[in-house]
């Protein structure tokens, strides 16, 4: 029998040399002496009961497989895994904090292709969402992108990359190398491979989906069950707006917008519309730039009212003013969302899920609403009819829309009644012919605008080469003989008076309407931390040791040398809470905050503090209290004051507070126009120290690529700070009975980094 073997071996090793002519793959998955044949590459798809099409795939250079130049292009990939940046290569959107994505273990699915003409052609855009789609389906698949070519600049591309990485809403790290590699001569590709072995290449520009989804399947099944499926990829403590995916790009958030893409109007009641994209929240506001409402909280998918709805990535939009809503495109969900503007509620017109929000008990809405269970709907198979992340949004008719993704490669038409999708138009050419007078509609109002403007919007953005400005369609409206704008590229919104010709820039206020960045405001007492690239940092923190009773505590902030505070902060853009042996009863967003107890071995403390400071509290004082929850925060001799208080029993305790300056630079302190320094200013103000230089750097020329005064742009700085509070016993009195209540107060000096 070992005989047998032996010889079954050396046979086996022979037969790619006596067949030469076909290309052979070793099947990994089997561990039998079964394992030991040769499957041509042909079959090899046959082994979970799918065939690859032939006709699909019918020369070598557009499926190919493990060569020597392909382990080498393996091999620099896996090299790199360990170094940001290198002689010859740098990682951008990749997070420090992000360990998991050093393991060597697991599926890969790369996106290679040549960096100078991956970044500015509409097919790359196509590939992208597929490879998107597919990180969206398996979690737990390796998804990198790979950009190389002999004329990349390492520190020059970068710039662009971060717009391209904005603009596409990119959540995978991506290479950027200046070495060429064979297997890109071709264009863009997918790499496909397990473990860093026995790559293979998809060299097709219009791929199906559905084959490249059953190859990841197939790779997942050769994991033997280790694959988890999404439900149980992370603790069941953990909300669903903690593991969504996001761009690495740790600045950009912290400017008023974050790609703002789109923007509707309702010409009647003077209010606009505009989707802040990758902030995952519309804006509602009027014509002078007041702050009305805002609509989404978090990245997510979740109806329910303004507060508390989730959305990820929001597009084009379009007022019904019958109904008084909002009807926008969700781009990242596949789904179209309506918002009630008089209820402030959202829901999701398609996919229709009305049958399974039927059928759910109140036990299971809890379950989702606490993130002990999924809300995810996504079927099994892709549907060929489904939408796949649209971007544009028009009206067909009084009961159907239009739906376009971004490549302008397939159109939707979306039954409102039904709630289903009646047709789908594959094409630019066909969409024209169904939907062409209202494209070119909006594109007339853009032959307005001066052509170095536009060109620089258009290189921010894909468009057919038929109808150049196509893409910007739903960047822009009308309202009051203005045509308002999203400039992409700047981060601000435009109006152009179309009477006398003249362009200017909104100037925003009302703030503390936006309330605090969803990426400040942690979940209460997280069991399990997500490993999600952003970890707290905290600008001050400082211990007291006090008698317990009330204590009053006052922030004095400094904010950064050279900036002013665009107007005064809001109470809305506060956040506190209270901890340990402590209860907050100044500055809490709910008046029955304070009487809640925060521990039960304190709880007979508290009473007779509460009961004591109710007492001897007089009821003008309240009033006072309240006043100033709903008034501006002062703003005395270039510092912030921040106001809390809170009752303390004995023991430990901690104060935290969050919130959100909105700031700009000086311009008595920059006299001079030179763009380089204020980019420079606003980048020492924001980066982040896990940014590093290389992030700072692109930042910087991310800022002067923007074509903008510098010196009127809005930026957010997020204030962070904890003060532990030490409390002993209370005081007795003289008889030894009675104890004594205290007051205290207590100032905390933060001086923000910049």
């Known amino acids: 029998m070992a005989l047998s073997y032996r010889r079954l071996r050396e046979i086996s090793r022979l037969l790619p040399q006596i067949h030469s002519g076909d290309c052979y793959i070793q099947c990994r998955s089997a561990t039998k002496l079964a394992a030991l044949s040769i499957i041509p590459r042909v079959y090899a798809w046959e082994r979970n009961g799918m065939r690859m099409p032939q006709s699909r795939f019918s020369t070598t250079s557009e499926v190919s497989y493990n060569s020597t130049q392909e382990l080498d292009l393996l091999s620099f990939i896996k090299s790199s895994l360990d170094e940001r940046e290198g002689p010859c290569h740098c990682w951008l959107n990749r997070s420090k904090s992000n360990r998991n994505f050093l393991g060597r273990d697991g599926t890969f699915l790369v996106l290679a292709g040549r960096c100078e003409t991956f970044l500015t052609t509409c097919e790359s855009v196509m590939m992208l969402e597929k490879v998107k789609s597919l990180q969206q389906r398996y979690p737990q698949l390796h998804v990198m992108g790979f950009l190389s070519g002999s004329s990349v600049s390492l520190g020059a591309d970068r710039s662009h990359l971060i717009q391209y990485v904005m603009k596409e809403y990119v959540t995978f790290p991506v290479i950027l190398s200046n070495r060429t590699f064979p297997e890109m001569d071709n264009g863009a590709c997918y790499i496909l491979f397990k473990d860093f072995e026995s790559p293979v290449f998809y060299h097709e520009k219009y791929l199906d989906l559905r084959i490249l989804n059953k190859a990841v ?12 499926s999404r439900d149980n990829l992370k603790s069941t403590w953990v909300k669903q707006f903690e593991i969504i995916k996001e761009p690495y790009v740790y600045a950009l ?108 008990s109140i ?118 003989n203005h045509v308002i704008l999203c400039d992409m590229v700047g981060q601000q919104i435009l109006k152009l008076s179309e009477e006398a010709g003249v362009c200017s820039a909104f100037q925003f206020s009302n703030f503390g309407i936006l309330g605090l960045p969803y990426w400040l405001a942690s979940s209460l007492e997280r069991v399990y931390a997500v490993v999600c690239g952003h970890q707290e940092e905290i600008d001050h923190q400082e211990c007291f040791s006090l008698l317990p009773g009330r204590i009053g505590i006052q922030l004095n902030v400094e904010i950064p040398v050279g900036t ?43 009473e007779l503090d509460n009961l004591a400071f109710s007492l001897s509290t007089p009821e003008s004082e309240l009033n006072v209290e309240d006043d100033r929850t709903t008034s501006d925060i002062g703003f005395q001799d270039a510092r912030v004051h921040i106001d809390c208080a809170v009752n303390t029993s004995p023991g430990t305790s901690e104060v935290i507070v969050y919130a959100a300056l909105y700031l700009k630079l000086r311009k008595q302190e920059l006299l001079e126009d030179d763009q380089e320094k204020c980019a420079a200013r606003i980048a020492d ?44 016993d209370h005081p007795k009195a003289a008889n030894g009975k009675d104890i004594i209540l205290t007051d205290s107060n207590i100032e905390v000096n933060v001086l923000l980094s910049s």
């Open 217 to 228: 399947e197939e790779f997942h099944v050769q994991d033997d069950g280790r694959a988890r």
């Open 253 to 360: 958030r912290n400017l008023l917008f974050n790609f703002p893409g789109c923007v509707s109007a309702d010409e009647s009641g003077n209010r606009l519309f505009l989707s802040d994209s990758s902030h995952h929240r519309i804006i509602v506001f009027d014509g002078n730039g007041k702050i009305l409402d805002c609509i989404g909280s978090s990245p997510g998918f979740e109806d329910g009212n303004f507060e508390s709805a989730k959305m990820v990535r929001p597009a084009s939009s379009l007022y019904d003013a019958a109904e008084d809503s909002l009807y926008f495109v969700d781009s990242e969900n596949h789904a179209i969302r309506k918002a009630d503007l008089g209820k402030r509620v959202l829901e999701t017109v398609y996919p229709n899920y009305d049958a399974s929000k039927k059928s759910n």
């Open 363 to 480: 036990w299971t809405r809890i379950m989702i609403k606490l993130g002990l269970r999924s809300n995810d709907k996504r079927p099994e198979e892709f549907d060929i009819q489904a939408v796949m992340f649209p971007w544009h949004l028009m009206k067909s008719s009084e009961d159907s829309f239009f739906i376009i993704n971004r490549s302008f490669e397939t159109l939707w038409i979306l039954n409102l009644a039904s709630g289903e999708i009646e047709q789908v138009v594959k094409g630019f050419p066909k969409i024209l012919d169904v939907c062409g007078p209202q494209i070119m509609e909006k594109v007339s109002l853009l032959k307005q605008m001066p052509h170095d403007w536009l060109q620089q919007q258009t290189n921010a953005v894909c468009s057919p080469k038929r109808l150049p400005y196509a893409s910007l369609i739903s960047s822009l409206t009308t309202l009051q």
């Open 564 to 606: 002013e505070l665009v107007e005064q902060l809001q109470e809305g853009c506060i956040w506190r809470q209270a901890r340990g042996a402590a209860t907050e009863v100044l500055g809490a967003e709910d008046a029955g905050g304070s009487s809640e107890k925060v521990g039960a071995a304190q709880q007979w403390y508290d």
């Open 685 to 728: 103000i924001l980066n982040s120290e896990r940014s590093g230089k290389m992030g700072r750097d692109s930042f910087i020329q991310f800022l002067l690529n923007s074509n903008r005064d510098l010196r009127d742009l809005i930026f957010m700085k997020p204030l962070h700070v904890r003060v532990k509070l030490d409390c002993l």
